[in-house]
């Protein structure tokens, strides 16, 4: 048996962060439990190396959704990092805070404190953006935010004339002071290296003998007594250890992990948990509920001018292409693929509700995650809704924790959500009818002549998950509303806290990296504020 003072399940972003500022004083034990393995691989480092981790099951959950109705009942593939630093070791890069009224939504849902003007603070801690001095001084944070523009594909620039053709504005930066608009993207990448949570924040707390990792460790279940997380049990190997915790329990597991692990341990729908003969702990009927992500809908086009896919769709190419990157840390593996991005508004609100990319390269993803990049010149423009309605679900299939869950997305199960499939897909016609992409248009689909069920048709058949999965333990007033309550604590469970994706009340507005490291920070500091004093019943102090 083995004591700390606080157990953090889950090396993934929110993970690191905990890992970090739990040890940071010195004065508490901690442990951090991660079910994968190391992170120190060449194609998780390598910005443009995205497409070779996708899909590879010794660094990803690679799970299935189940067949979905709202998407013509296809199986989708939905990738979850399982290795140290989680989905920031194989995520896209892209660096978006959110927008405003996304934590001003969250507070009202309940997640009280949770506001912009609350969250914004977090983030200036956290982050050192490039290129920031001379107008806002400098930064010091352990977040570095690459401005990756000069080197990016000369073809983006003809996404950023199109912007401006269809009447979006072109900003500098989607988190700066203007954040409706389209932009090259920022991105974590950091001298032509991804920038992962772990290289951020576990990696310096590693220097710390107060923390210990443990890597390619299951957590099966949560120990509790007397309606008390006191520790966990995991296996490692055919080892299987018991770790008691002093202080507290934080599960960091993920969307998908996390209520996983809760119903696991006898934490959630009580009807579910006897299903699978567990016995019930606390009866919560919202651990796995509420299931969002965001879905977009892409659209491949050949273009008259070189991109990427005359660099990357052939092997001398991607041969050149490697050299080019083994000896000077620049070319086009340096840069991750999404180069442009922004959020526009559609009819249906006043707000922006969709986010556009815009890729200087053609390429499409199968059913089981392998990706194909074409040959000759292309790109792509995808359209994703940003804050949808529909709510889907997370419920374990056997009391086995090797078990995968189910996963059901009941996507396009609104109204709201259908219209802004539509909406989406107008945006894309918009886009490309601009004379910018008509000017670099050899042959692409006719979306044009689309009309709004051709449209929302297409969507059905064709749209894939963006890989965002979020609030399956989202904070909210109540346990029969919620999980969690505002200080991120389990409902009728002492001493336990999901810090994670699932912890949001709903999804941001567009790319979730930076919400989950922001929200860790924050939880952070209300699990020492709440732990100030010291504990008597059982564990380390």
Known sequence: MEAYDFIVVGAGSAGCVLADRLSASGRHKVLLIEAGGSDRRFWIKVPLGYGKTYDNPSLNWCYTAKPDAGLANRAAFWPRGRVIGGSSSINAMAYLQGLPHDFD???TAGAT???WQSVSATYSQLETFENRYETEGPSFGQ?????VGTRMHPFSAHFLQAAQQAGWPVVDDLNGA???????LRCTVKNG???SA??????PALKRQNLRVVPNALVERIVLQNGVATGVEYSQGTRRVQAMAGREVVVSAGAINSPQLLQLSGIGPAELMQRHGIKVQANLPQVGQGLQDHLGISYQFAATEPTLNNRLGSWPGKIAAGLQYLLTRAGPLSVPINQVSGFVGSDQGQRADL???CNPMSYAVRAGGKTDVAAKAGFLICVQPCRPTSRGEVAITSADPNAAPDIRPYSLSTNEDCALAIAAGRAAQKLAETPAIRSVLRDGPDIAAMSDNDLLADFQARASSIYHASCTCRMGASAKSSVLDARLRVHGVSRLRVIDASSFPNVTSGNTNAPVMMLAARG???ILQDTAQPIRQGGAV
Do not use: P, T
């Not at 977040?143 to 401005?147: A, E, K, P, Y």
């Not at 203007?178 to 090259?184: L, Q």
């Open 105 to 107: 939504d969250w507070e």
């Open 113 to 115: 404190g949770w506001n």
């Open 143 to 147: 977040v570095h935010v690459s401005d």
């Open 178 to 184: 203007i954040r409706e608009g389209v932009a090259r």
């Open 193 to 195: 290296r991804r920038w």
């Open 198 to 203: 772990a290289d951020a924040f576990l990696r």
């Open 355 to 357: 986010q556009i990319y």
């Open 524 to 526: 952070a500091e209300m």
